[in-house]
């Protein structure tokens, strides 16, 4: 079965890594804004870049996850003007984000510089919208309302200072915050707090958020809180 990509970001990842050394290509694949690039020319960056041994792995297309499709599901309804996410991660819900909103500003944080890196590249390849920045939410003096929304997805159960993170993202968050959580005990080691839905109803309202929205997906836990 022929693989699956998400193209235009795996084309802005390789164009990237070229302009930092990673990668040798044709001006006709560098110069042409990543918008007009024709499927031929993604293939062709993308072979370039398996050609490289670039992990372009990262950049494969599953089918996206319940839990992540709940979370596009609310942020359709409510069209955030940008978005935080902290934790990107490998881009689980990332990259359908950056597919699903091309109009929307995204600022992107994790703790990992490796992962930075990578993201920083797909922004040099041409998704300007996209800001990595390597972070650590707890210690991030950001302004206040900074993010029209604020996604936190498969994070808080490995911040040890968790009531300290959500201050920082509600501070931050103008309108919405977002969280995914696993919903029953399981058996990683970084997952050091379950956070059922009246632990996350106290952190959130005593951060002065209300209207908060829970639901259950394939034992996962998401929730929306709204600010003010």
Same mark, same amino acid.
């Given at each position: ?9 795996? !084309? ?16 006709? /694949? ?13 293939? &062709? ?5 398996? &050609?490289?041994? /670039? ?23 409510v &069209? +955030?003007? !940008? ?10 819900f990332?990259? +359908? ?10 600022? !992107?944080?994790?703790?990992l ?20 920045? #390597?972070?650590?939410l707890?210690?991030?003096? %950001?302004?206040? =309302? ?26 931050? %968050?103008k ?7 696993? !919903?029953?005990?399981?058996?990683? +080691? ?11 109803? =106290? ?9 908060? #929205?829970?639901?259950?997906? =394939? ?5 929306? %809180?709204?600010?003010?």
């Amino acid at each position: 079965m022929q693989e699956r990509y998400h193209a235009r970001l795996a !084309s802005a990842y390789v164009r990237g890594a070229a302009m930092k050394g990673l990668v040798t290509l044709p001006p006709s /694949l560098t110069e042409i804004p990543l918008e007009l690039l024709q499927e031929k020319d993604m293939e &062709q960056l993308i072979l370039a870049g398996k &050609q490289a041994e /670039l992990k372009m792995h990262h950049f494969k297309s599953h089918d996206v996850l319940p839990r992540v499709k709940k979370v596009m599901g609310f942020l359709k309804a409510v &069209q +955030p003007e !940008s978005l935080l996410d902290v934790g990107s991660g490998r881009g689980v819900f990332l990259f +359908p984000f950056l597919n699903e909103f091309p109009w929307v500003p995204v600022t !992107s944080v994790d703790l990992l510089d490796y992962r930075v890196q990578m993201l920083d590249m797909i922004r040099h390849g041409g998704i300007e919208r996209l800001v990595a920045l #390597q972070q650590d939410l707890c210690q991030w003096n %950001a302004p206040e =309302n900074a993010y029209d929304a604020v996604t936190l997805l498969e994070v808080l159960e490995h911040i040890p200072q968790v009531e300290k993170a959500i201050q920082t993202a509600v501070r931050m %968050a103008k309108r919405y915050i977002v969280v995914t959580v696993p !919903s029953k005990p399981d058996d990683n +080691p970084e997952h050091i707090h379950l956070l059922t839905k009246d632990i996350l109803t =106290n952190l959130f309202t005593a951060c002065g958020c209300t209207h908060l #929205q829970f639901d259950g997906v =394939n034992g996962h836990l998401f929730m929306a %809180a709204r600010k003010g």
